[in-house]
């Protein structure tokens, strides 16, 4: 298990970006995969992208493919989320996660496989 600080939310327009960091404090892993989840009011927190801390595997929900992309600094032990052409619909608490990959087995999207995050930011897209 490792400690998480996401941050880099904010209000911006549709058609806009924004960054997403995610520090990450105590020790990590090379079998820890890393994610990021939002969740809207009302609605259950679900899956947005996935990365192994090593290695190149990557997934993402088909609602941000070609739009957000997840990247990682491991010397930095910095996660990020970049979120590019935002939405509405993209509006909610972004929270980053990570987990021992042991117990994935290729599941990066249940976040049942995560038992670490962080205290989620906001993101708010206007129309």
């Known amino acids: 298990q490792v400690e998480l600080a996401d941050s880099g939310g904010g209000l911006v327009q549709a058609g806009g970006s924004l960054r997403l960091s995610c520090a990450v404090s105590?020790?990590?892993?090379?079998?820890?995969?890393m994610g990021w989840f939002r969740q809207a009011p009302g609605k259950e927190r679900e899956f947005v992208a996935a990365i192994r801390w090593i290695g190149g595997i990557i997934t993402y929900a088909d609602s941000v493919k070609g739009r957000f992309t997840i990247s990682r600094d491991n010397a930095k032990n910095t996660l990020y989320l970049q979120m590019n052409r935002l939405e509405p619909a993209d509006t909610a608490v972004y929270f980053c996660?990570?987990?021992?990959?042991?117990?994935?087995?290729?599941?990066?999207?249940?976040?049942?496989?995560?038992?670490?995050w962080g205290q989620g930011t906001q993101v708010t897209v206007s129309s």
């Open positions: 105590g020790r990590t892993f090379s079998n820890y995969v």
């Open positions: 996660a990570a987990g021992d990959s042991t117990y994935f087995s290729g599941i990066y999207y249940s976040k049942l496989r995560y038992d670490s």
